[in-house]
T-cell receptor
Framework: KQEVTQIPAALSVPEGENLVLNCSFT??????LQWFRQDPGKGLTSLLL?????REQTSGRLNASLDKSSGRSTLYIAASQPGDSATYLC???????????FGAGTRLAVHP | EAQVTQNPRYLITVTGKKLTVTCSQN?????MSWYRQDPGLGLRQIYY???????DKGDVPEGYKVSRKEKRNFPLILESPSPNQTSLYFC???????????FGSGTRLTVV
């Protein structure tokens, strides 16, 4: 059974730091991996989608990598800002494109 | 604007009173899913649909029903809600081509 783990569970950093959020999964047979952002009480916003055949994706200050063989993905946030404060969720499509398995998330606080 | 729309956003109801949470997408997506999010348990899939009239159970389907009579709509039905169904519910959709899921803003349901 696929399990997704995110480390750390929470992170508090000063503005301007570069950050790395980690995601690991137990079964390497995935279709894709998606990183989401969730603000308190709000919906999920898709940040980056990495197909199983890809190694990384970039969008602005965000860069996500995927190492399927080791079951790991990292989300790199450059030059963090207070507006980046949110919970970041990692999800893998496993057992079908339609079946997302989520990690518990990393709660990020960036203070001025 | 491409989006997934859920209604209502907030709902308080009493045990046993049937309710429906609506979900609609305007992207002509084939795949649709329902998730619930609970503290400490994360996001878990309730039901999913691969196309009109094609639905299947996710990880936590007990106490829920769905239907997919039209491509754009995927309502979640609670025939006899119970307090353990108090949760934050999300609808999501994805088109063919593996471009990742788009989530709605969520429905916060409280059953008393």
């Amino acid at each position: 059974k696929q399990e997704v783990t995110q480390i750390p569970a929470a992170l508090s950093v000063p503005e301007g730091e570069n950050l790395v959020l980690n995601c690991s999964f137990t079964d390497s047979a995935i279709y894709n991996l998606q990183w989401f952002r969730q603000d308190p009480g709000k919906g999920l916003t898709s940040l980056l989608l990495i197909q199983s055949s890809q190694r990384e994706q970039t969008s602005g200050r965000l860069n996500a990598s995927l190492d399927k063989s080791s079951g790991r993905s990292t989300l790199y946030i450059a030059a963090s800002q207070p507006g980046d404060s949110a919970t970041y969720l990692c999800a893998v499509a496993s057992g079908g494109y339609n079946k997302l398995i989520f990690g518990a998330g990393t709660r990020l606080a960036v203070h001025p | 604007e491409a989006q997934v729309t859920q209604n209502p956003r907030y709902l308080i109801t009493v045990t046993g009173k049937k309710l429906t949470v609506t979900c609609s997408q305007n992207m002509n997506h084939e795949y649709m899913s329902w998730y619930r999010q609970d503290p400490g348990l994360g996001l878990r899939q309730i039901y999913y649909s691969m196309n009109v009239e094609v639905t299947d159970k996710g990880d936590v389907p007990e106490g829920y029903k769905v239907s997919r009579k039209e491509k754009r709509n995927f309502p979640l039905i609670l025939e006899s809600p119970s307090p353990n169904q108090t949760s934050l519910y999300f609808c999501a959709s994805m088109g063919q081509g593996n471009y990742g899921y788009t989530f709605g803003s969520g429905t916060r349901l409280t059953v008393v």
